[in-house]
């Protein structure tokens, strides 16, 4: 079929890139163990790391959920591309040219992802080309009226739209791209006068994705004659979906997962003011409240599965601020990471913060941060009025619940304490009142979040996992020593990986499993090595081997490796010549001594069995 990447371009472009790289850009890996790296899984919520890159393999593989496959499937999964799309991205990143079967070798023209990057990438370069031209001094004046210069406008990509009706969509067209990528990409709109450009006359920030690529836009008006809204942003898109992204993540991630914080704040004004001022950590939501796919990204990048990390939240002063505090705090308990509210002095946000105190006062303003649930506690007595008995007591019900669900156990009977404090109430009854709500919680039915009609989905199949595997010293002898033959089979040597799959084995699943090693044991040195296993492997238990082959090894250091997977197989060898020296012995005792031939023969054949234990361990 014309336009199909060369299948030697598709194995190049794998062989030079490496997993944990790209994976790394989505997910907070660490180390565990030689060769195997592990993280919060993207695929599913989960509290602690069951997900695992091995690079040398170059699989990844979650232990919870089962998701598996290579860098290819990662990309398709992560960022729903195509597998020609995910070669061409990774090829680029590589800098390896392509080679198409067929169409003269050239790559394919068709409208896809690929083609819509490409669409934001060229508007960035346009709008930020723009911002030096004469009809943007207001954007110009704007920025510097803020604090930040050309250097600043060019670190962080800011642009300028022009206030015209098709500029924009003139220079994309001459760049090649057609009227139903731009459409599709969110640059252009139709209108009773045809196509015309979305973002006019305005200030402009690309909107980028985890990776860096940009992916949207968000724009700020500056005219008075422009009747739109403060903000416009690009709309949901093929690969722009505002739930989903915050901006600045593409610059803070490595000091997000490095410094175990992140700081939320309200604007892109508000991003650019603290990386300048020192806090690299600072993102923002691109037109959108803060939500549970937000907290999905940040618990990946941060590594949130320790309860060491920091979410810093900074609101605005004001009613929209308050209720942006109410609904994050409703969402804090999917943190394990501790949450704080960071609220500057006279209600200056971080932009403006800097501006009129500098960058010394952005970095305090995140020092100062206070406890979320502290500052819930307190927007909470604020409306009410202490100074009366219904006041307190309506204040203590509201409260309550907030304090009952502090996760730390040590700092629940200070907050409780606290609390008595604030309104002036006796700590008993206050303690009744937080208990209470707590035995509430727990007891409180669980939310069927199903909507009207809606059946309840049938389970998917299920995977056969190692955790179905049985306990016992036998069974772990034979599990350990697969494992070692699947992930470092040149190490263990082809030789005694070739002795190891003919040996008996007492699990029957596990059987299956040597007897997909040994038919694709030829191809033990390629680098598709895993693959060929899994292919040769019945499809109910292809999870079990990609698990054999993901899972940690006990030893840390390579040199420990080599030793250990070489041994534990020998372990499994020599397991089965005892089996056939205890079967030996008992045919000898049975044997009839008369029958010369068949006792000498019995004899011959111990003889070879102890000579092949000691050759084993000798080599």
């Known amino acids: 079929m014309a336009g199909l990447i060369r299948q030697g371009d598709i194995e190049e472009v794998k062989a030079r890139t490496n997993i944990a790289d790209i994976v790394s850009d989505y997910v907070s890996l660490k180390s565990a163990g030689v060769g195997s790296m592990k993280g919060l899984c993207p695929f599913h919520d989960e509290r602690s790391p069951s997900f695992h890159v091995r690079p040398q393999v170059g699989f990844y593989h979650c232990f919870g959920c089962g998701e598996s496959g290579d860098v290819y499937s990662f990309l398709q999964k992560m960022d729903h591309v195509s597998f020609s799309e995910a070669v061409e991205r990774l090829a680029g990143r590589a800098g390896i040219e392509l080679h198409y079967e067929g169409n003269d070798g050239a790559a394919p023209d068709h409208t896809n ?74 640059l252009v709109s139709a209108g009773d006068r045809g196509i015309y450009d979305r973002f006019r006359g305005r200030l402009v920030w690309p909107i980028r994705d985890i990776t860096g690529q940009t992916i949207g836009f968000g724009a700020r008006k ?130 403006d913060l ?17 406890p979320m649930f502290e500052f819930m506690i307190r927007q909470l007595l604020a409306q009410y009025n202490l100074d009366t008995v219904e006041g307190r007591v309506s204040a203590l019900r509201a409260a309550a619940p907030v304090v009952s669900d502090i996760r730390d156990p040590s700092l629940k009977p200070g907050y409780t304490h606290e609390l008595s404090r604030m309104l002036g109430m006796e700590l008993g009854e206050v303690s009744r009142a937080v ?69 008996g084995m007492t699990n029957t699943t596990l059987a299956v499993v040597r007897d997909a090693l040994a038919a694709a044991l030829p191809h033990a040195a390629a680098p598709d090595w895993l693959v060929r296993v899994v292919g040769e492997t019945p499809a109910p238990l292809a999870n079990l081997v990609t698990e054999l082959a993901m899972a940690p090894l006990p030893e840390r250091t390579e040199r420990e490796v080599t030793r250990y997977v070489r041994d534990i197989t020998i372990v499994l060898v020599e397991k089965d010549l005892l089996r056939q020296k205890a079967e030996l012995l008992g045919r000898l005792q049975r044997a009839d001594a008369t029958n010369r031939e068949v006792y000498v023969a019995i004899q011959r054949e111990l003889v070879r069995v102890e000579a092949e234990r000691r050759n084993l361990r000798a080599e």
């Open 113 to 186: 992802r690929a083609r819509l990057y490409a669409a934001n990438q060229a508007a960035a370069e346009f709008f930020v080309e723009q911002l030096g031209s004469p009809g943007a001094q207001v954007g110009r004046n704007f920025l510097g009226e803020r604090g930040f210069d050309a250097q600043a406008a060019e670190r962080f990509g800011v642009g300028f739209a022009p206030k015209s009706w098709d500029e924009l969509t003139k220079h994309l067209r001459g760049r090649g791209f057609s009227t139903e990528e731009l459409t599709l990409s969110g």
């Open 222 to 351: 500056l005219l008075d004659d422009d009747k739109g809204p403060k903000y416009l942003n690009t709309p949901e898109t093929p690969v722009y979906h505002k739930a989903q992204v915050l901006y600045g993540l593409d610059l803070a991630k490595r000091d997000i997962s490095r410094n175990h914080q992140v700081v939320v704040v309200e604007g892109y004004t508000d991003v650019m003011a603290c990386h300048l001022a020192g806090v690299t950590t600072a993102v923002a939501t691109c037109g959108t409240s803060f939500g549970v796919d937000h907290i999905k990204v940040l618990r990946r990048v941060l590594g949130d599965d320790s309860g060491v990390g920091e979410v810093v939240f900074t609101f605005d002063p004001d009613a929209a601020g308050q209720k942006a505090a109410v609904r994050a705090f409703a969402e804090e308990a999917r943190f394990s990471a501790q949450t704080f509210v960071a609220v500057a002095p006279e209600g200056l946000d971080p932009c």
């Open 354 to 370: 800097r501006l009129h105190r500098g960058d010394d006062a952005v970095r305090r303003l995140v020092d100062s941060k206070k």
């Open 435 to 503: 208990s209470q709500a707590q035995a509430r919680a727990r007891t409180a039915p669980t939310a069927d979040t199903r909507r009207p009609g809606e059946v309840e989905a049938a389970p998917a199949e299920r995977l056969f996992s190692l955790a179905d595997l049985p306990a016992d010293p036998v069974t772990r002898i034979e599990r350990d020593a697969l494992m070692a033959m699947l992930q470092h089979p040149t190490l263990v040597g082809v030789d005694l990986v070739q002795r190891a799959v003919s040996t």
